[in-house]
C-alpha cells in the first residue's frame, strides 16, 4: 500500500508563492506517476499538475508558467512550486499516485490554500 502525506498550504495574498509537499510512503516501487489536484468550494476536482517516475511533466492551462512540480527521488517527495497565485488558486491541494498496477488512484489528506486579494 501506498500512503500520501500533504504539506504546505496556508494563507498567501495575491501574487504570493507557497510550496506544497508531499511525501510518499509504503510501497514506493509500485508509483507509477504522482500529482496534484485541487478542489475549490462547489467545483469538481481538478488535475493541477503531474510527474512520471521518469521525470516528465504535464500542467494544467491555468497554472502553466506559474506552477512547477518536481520530485525528489531519495527523499519520495514531490512538490508544487507556486508562484504569482491568484485568488482563484484557492483550493483544497490534494496529492495524488498512480500505480502501475490496476489498483485505484491513491489520495492525501488535502492541504488548504488560500489567496486572499
Known amino acids: 500500500q501506498v500512503q500520501l502525506v500533504e504539506s504546505g498550504g496556508g494563507l498567501v495574498q495575491a501574487g504570493g508563492s507557497l510550496r506544497l509537499s508531499c511525501v510518499a510512503s509504503?510501497?514506493?516501487?509500485?508509483?507509477?506517476?504522482m500529482g496534484w489536484f485541487r478542489q475549490a468550494p462547489g467545483k469538481q476536482r481538478e488535475l493541477v499538475a503531474g510527474i512520471t517516475r521518469g521525470g516528465t511533466t504535464n500542467y494544467s492551462d491555468s497554472v502553466k508558467g506559474r506552477f512547477t512540480i518536481s520530485s525528489d527521488n531519495a527523499k519520495n517527495t514531490v512538490y508544487l512550486q507556486m508562484n504569482s497565485l491568484k485568488p482563484e488558486d484557492t483550493a483544497v491541494y490534494y496529492c495524488n499516485a498512480d500505480l502501475w498496477s490496476l489498483a485505484p488512484r491513491v489520495w492525501g489528506q488535502g492541504t488548504q490554500v488560500t489567496v486572499s486579494s
Open positions: 509504503g510501497s514506493i516501487f509500485s508509483i507509477r506517476a
